[in-house]
């Protein structure tokens, strides 16, 4: 146990390493996310209307931080599937380390980025007048939540990665994480797209993590009532979950097929 | 005799309706070099990722040092070194970097650092130490992906196709190093589709074709197998035949004939004695020959041999 978590730190400060090494990388990764932020707060946001009133920047800044949690599950795909390729996924393997401590090596790097990420965005958002109102106990729980959806998108990037390599595949998961992202939420109020859509929108685990993270700041929801304003917290905290529980056996079955 | 350290029993693996290994049986002996040596296809990298622990296999057992490949999985890794066909190194960090992360992972602490040094001067990447691997040379990087399999000094040190790819210079780099991991007691299995490269490296060969081993020995005495050196001799055409009959009957053993190539070739059975006693039958005739040479027969032709459907090997008796 304590081998195994010693081992997965140092695979973790690979990854480290490599920020230090090629800055380049996540520094265009989080500008990416800066950007949309200041393309939706500014050139779009003063043509959305927030449901329920506020301002539109309020509402989008704890949905822009879910994206960026979901946006993540790329990272984890290509690094797993990077390392599948280039064989050192087979030295680790060949080498007497456990398997946890590969797989706990690989969360704790893009947990640290995701950390890394939620820092700069909310440091970005308080720059372009973004306020936090509530106390420290429920920012803390918002931060909670935000990271706890990626860290089950963490299993669904493994499990990604592990099944499906090369360029082609990553290209497809950074085409689909678009419409996922976007059919939430995040950007515009479910209430005001077509029935159907906003159905689709609110059952979104990532619109889930996002009015949690609303209510959590103290910012505007975007909605007054229904299932998931009433119940935000409960299920982004629940939505997680489920993908945990059905992701984390899927990534160690293809772990272990990898030996098939 | 030495003991060996790698003993394999039957080792078999099917992908669907692909016999990948198919009654596959290996002992190697300890601190020697062995070379496994097929055609695409063979079963050679299933067998190296099968002993690495790497695949299961559906039966047969194989064993390092006394310990189960199947059922000791740990111990086996403890005990070994792989270099995949895949170079298995981070791109973005250091030659020493790697070196480092690897060492740590084997427990190996601060001594990580004072081991990866050692070994980039063993393997001569010193002036590259502190440059991205992304930079290096392919001779380099598996040079460094050797090295990285060897910082606890494996019982077994496993080479998948060591230099497929690389530039001739790249490929004289990697021999090097493996001929320098032959001193340090570690026993080396190497795969290869390159018949030179066996012979050039290996103490014993095996030679592999359908999941299975179909030949074993030296370098010296697979080429034996084949009959031995033959002399050739290019001479003019009309005087071909002549010349066949007549060394047929001074040399009592038939003689092949290429008119294609106006090439004679016979079983010098006797070694440099029958190039000698061709060369008299010549003179005698007063038959000059435009070249003649003895020609010992390349770990290529003994691979063809073996490998050749059974057919051909009948046929080519027939003709002959």
């Known amino acids: 146990m304590i081998a195994t978590l010693k081992h997965g730190w140092i695979i973790t400060q690979r990854d480290l390493l490599h920020w230090v090494k090629q800055p380049a990388g996540p520094i265009f990764g989080l500008m990416f996310f800066v950007m949309l932020l200041l393309m939706f707060g500014f050139l779009f946001g003063g043509a959305i209307e927030v449901p329920g009133g506020g301002d539109y920047i309020q509402f989008l800044l704890p949905g822009m931080l879910a994206l960026t949690m979901m946006f993540g599950v790329e990272n984890t795909m290509q690094a797993m599937s990077t390392d599948a390729q280039r064989g050192i996924t087979d030295r680790f393997r060949s080498m007497p380390i456990g398997s946890a401590a590969i797989v706990l090596g690989r969360s704790g790097a893009d947990m640290a980025q995701s950390v890394l990420g939620l820092a700069i965005l909310v440091g970005g958002g308080l720059l372009i007048g973004w306020r936090i109102d509530a106390g420290p106990a429920a920012v803390l729980a918002a931060i909670a939540v935000l990271l706890w959806l990626r860290f089950a998108l963490l299993w669904v990037g493994i499990f990604l990665g592990l099944m499906f390599r090369g360029p082609g595949a990553t290209m497809a998961v950074q085409v689909l994480v678009w419409p996922v992202g976007f059919l939430s939420n995040v950007f515009v109020a479910p209430e005001t797209m077509p029935g159907w859509l906003g159905a689709v929108a609110e059952w979104n685990p990532v619109s889930a993590t996002a009015t949690a993270a609303r209510q959590l700041f103290g910012n505007p929801t975007g909605a007054t009532e229904g299932l998931l304003v009433e119940n935000a917290v409960l299920l982004a905290v629940a939505w997680p979950l489920v993908l945990t529980a059905v992701f984390l056996p899927l990534s160690a079955r293809a772990y272990r097929t990898l030996r098939k | ?320």
Not at chain 2, 110 to 123: D, K, P, W
Not at chain 2, 230 to 242: F, G, K, N, P, Y
């Open chain 2, 1 to 320: 005799m030495n003991t060996p350290t790698l003993v394999v029993t039957d080792l078999r693996k099917r992908y669907g309706e692909t016999r990948a290994l198919d009654g596959f049986s290996l002992s190697v002996e300890a601190a020697s070099i062995h070379g496994l040596l097929g055609p695409n296809g063979a079963g050679k990298s299933t067998a190296i990722r099968a002993l690495a622990t790497l695949t299961a296999t559906d039966s047969g057992v194989a064993a390092i040092d006394g310990h189960d490949v199947a059922t000791a999985g740990t111990r086996v890794r403890e005990r070994i070194g792989l270099v995949g066909q895949a170079t298995a190194l981070d791109e973005i960090l250091s030659g020493r970097q790697n070196l480092v992360l690897f060492g740590r992972l084997l427990n190996l602490g601060r001594m990580a650092h004072s081991r990866a040094t050692e070994l980039l001067e063993q393997f001569e990447l010193t002036d590259a130490a502190d440059k991205p691997v992304s930079g290096y040379s392919g001779g380099m990087k598996r040079r460094l992906d050797i090295a990285a399999a060897l910082i606890l000094t494996p019982a077994v040190l496993f080479l998948d196709e060591p230099t497929a790819g690389l530039d001739p210079r790249g490929r004289n780099e990697v021999w090097e190093a493996v001929r320098r991991v032959k001193g340090t007691g570690t026993t080396v299995l190497l795969t290869t589709q390159y018949l030179d490269e066996a012979d050039q490296l290996a103490d014993r060969i095996s030679i592999m074709d359908h999941g299975r081993v179909i030949a074993e020995g030296r370098p010296s005495e697979l080429k034996r197998q084949l009959g031995g050196a033959r002399v050739e001799l290019v001479i003019a055409a009309e005087l071909l035949d002549h010349c066949a009959r007549t060394l047929e009957a001074v040399i009592g053993s038939p003689v092949d004939v290429d008119y294609d190539n106006r090439t004679l070739s016979i079983a010098a059975g006797a070694g440099s004695q029958t190039l000698i006693d061709i060369v008299r039958a010549l003179d005698n005739e007063s038959i000059d020959a435009d070249d003649i040479l003895l020609r010992r027969p390349t770990l290529d032709e003994v691979f063809l041999a073996l490998t050749a459907p059974s057919t051909d090997n009948a046929s080519e008796k027939e003709s002959a």
